[in-house]
């Protein structure tokens, strides 16, 4: 038998039943990749990085566009890092570090770190209180896990409380979170301790007298409530 | 030995030879290398630095293998004529088109294996914790690979010069990154019957933004990588049929 025998002409002869069936099982696998890939899509949509807001400009929705972001937000980081070493930062007490910032977030709103480091530099190196608690306020907005950005707002809030009033606000919505840690709550009564709202402050040790088994922490309430002749038991 | 492995083996032979093999896997390893320098950059987020290019860096090479090595391909079977040469041999053109697939597949596969086994080793060397995205990340290559193995075989039967099907190929990589805007842009369509158009070409081009997990705010379930592959080598078969259909009726 010839070595060629069973080889079907390549070209020019009527289609067969194979080729029928190849054209089928074609057709069928080609649907079943669109319905396939609609379910997909949707599932790629939510678990997707939210999309940058429309002040973000051109570069942040192309690189969104191509799935650069993560990327790009670093690439900003790196900017923004070289930026805060260089001695254009301190002549102009990082005067860009609130835009590069936003820029980096922008892009990958996840990105604790740049949060609390452009806030933490605003805050404490460019005397910019505004512009680091409404940095940290929109990172807490879109990581609402991202303790450390909470105690940074405490933080800055406690030590501003003069000129950020408004800012207890926010600490109030994040210390009636359930799974809010004890230095939020803590810093929160000293604010109000020191605005002269002791009412307020009494309510912030209940809570912590209420949900805390820490010892230390029902040690400190007992002290602020022994301070101010209010029994804890009665809470 | 089956034809259409016999394909698949003289395609790699062809691309080892050609030096493709070689540059990109010389571009994996610079990419991993450049990832790491990068770290020095960022300190405080170095583990986060490396894994963004270094995924970054796999992922166009899942896309530039296969669509280079068909590209390549393309140059030495139709415009050197060597094409004849192997089809001559006692096969169909359905096999010659599956070896080439498998062939284009195998390229990429293997250097993405080079290229996670660095990443990997990298991270084991260090003495730093598992990446959770690095199977997410492979698995989705690979089917970027396995994809766009089987488009570049379509589009070199269909196109006539080589420039055409880099460019046709470049196209469809852009549109399959752009497939979440095509809805929107089809909603926006006033010009009559621009609509459809869009959404076919919405449901026709590979949803490779899918594919690019690095970018999701959580590693993906396990369930979401099995439908990935699932689609992956649907829409692979798919493109493979209608490759072999074309080169059936196409005059070399």
Redesign the interface.
């Known amino acids: 038998m010839s070595?060629?025998a069973g080889?079907?002409p390549?070209?020019g002869s009527f289609p067969g039943v194979g080729a029928f069936v190849?054209?089928l099982?074609?057709?069928i696998?080609?649907a079943?990749?669109?319905l396939?890939?609609s379910?997909?899509?949707i599932?790629?949509?939510r678990?997707?990085?939210p999309a940058p807001p429309k002040s973000a400009g051109l570069g942040a929705r192309v690189a969104g566009?191509?799935?650069?972001?993560?990327?790009s937000a670093?690439r900003g980081?790196?900017e923004t890092?070289?930026y805060c070493g260089d001695t254009a930062f301190v002549v102009e007490r990082g005067r860009r570090l609130p835009a590069m910032s936003d820029a980096t977030t922008n892009l990958d709103p996840?990105f604790e770190?740049a949060y609390a480091?452009g806030a933490a530099m605003l805050m404490w190196q460019c005397r910019r209180p505004e512009e680091a608690a409404a940095l940290l306020r929109r990172g807490i907005a879109h990581n609402p896990g991202a303790i450390r950005l909470k105690y940074y707002l405490a933080a800055f809030t406690y030590g501003r409380l003069k000129d950020l009033g408004r800012e207890v606000a926010v600490l109030e919505v994040l210390a009636r979170d359930p799974g809010a840690p004890f230095i939020l709550r803590r810093i929160l009564a000293n604010a109000y301790e020191r605005q002269g709202r002791l009412d307020r402050a009494v309510l912030v040790w209940r809570l912590i007298w209420l949900t805390s088994a820490n010892p230390d922490e029902r040690r400190w309430v007992a002290i602020k409530c022994a301070k101010y002749r209010v029994d804890p038991a009665k809470f | 030995m089956r034809p259409d492995v016999a394909v698949a083996r003289y395609v790699l032979r062809l691309l080892f030879r050609g030096r493709l093999a070689l540059l990109l896997g010389g571009a994996g390893v610079a990419l991993i290398a450049g990832s790491f320098v990068?770290t020095w950059?960022?300190?405080?987020?170095e583990r986060?630095?490396f894994f963004?290019?270094a995924f970054?860096g796999m992922?166009w090479l899942a896309i530039l293998s296969p669509v280079l090595g068909s590209t390549i391909l393309q140059v030495q079977e139709f415009e050197q004529r060597t094409l004849w040469l192997v089809?001559v041999r006692?096969?169909?053109?359905?096999s010659f088109v599956r070896g080439r697939f498998l062939g284009l597949a195998g390229l990429g596969c293997g250097i993405l294996l080079a290229c996670g086994l660095v990443v990997a080793g990298l991270v084991a060397v260090s003495g730093g914790r598992p990446e959770p995205y690095l199977v997410p990340v492979a698995v989705a290559a690979l089917g970027e690979i396995v994809i766009l193995a089987a488009i570049g075989g379509l589009v070199t039967f269909a196109t006539t010069s080589y420039l055409t099907g880099l460019l046709v190929q470049l196209g469809i990589v852009v549109l399959g990154?752009?497939?979440?805007?095509l809805p929107y842009l089809a909603g926006k369509a006033v010009v009559p019957g621009l609509k459809p158009v869009v959404w076919a070409v919405y449901?026709l081009v590979p949803?490779l933004?899918?594919f690019?997990?690095?970018?999701?705010?959580?590693p993906?379930e396990t369930w979401?990588l099995a439908?990935?592959a699932?689609?992956a080598v649907?829409?692979a078969?798919?493109a493979v049929?209608?490759s072999?259909?074309v080169f059936?009726?196409?005059?070399v």
Do not use: K, N
């Open positions: 070595e060629y080889v079907r390549v070209t190849a054209a099982a074609t057709a696998a080609l079943s990749a669109i396939l890939g379910g997909i899509a599932e790629a949509d678990l997707r990085l566009a191509f799935a650069l972001r993560r990327f670093d980081w790196i890092l070289q996840r770190e480091f | 990068l950059l960022t300190p405080g987020t986060r630095t963004d290019a970054l992922e089809l006692p096969m169909s053109r359905a990154y752009l497939s979440p805007v449901w949803h933004s899918d690019a997990v690095r970018e999701f705010t959580e993906p979401y439908a990935l699932g689609y649907l829409y078969g798919a049929g209608v072999a259909f059936r009726r196409r005059d």
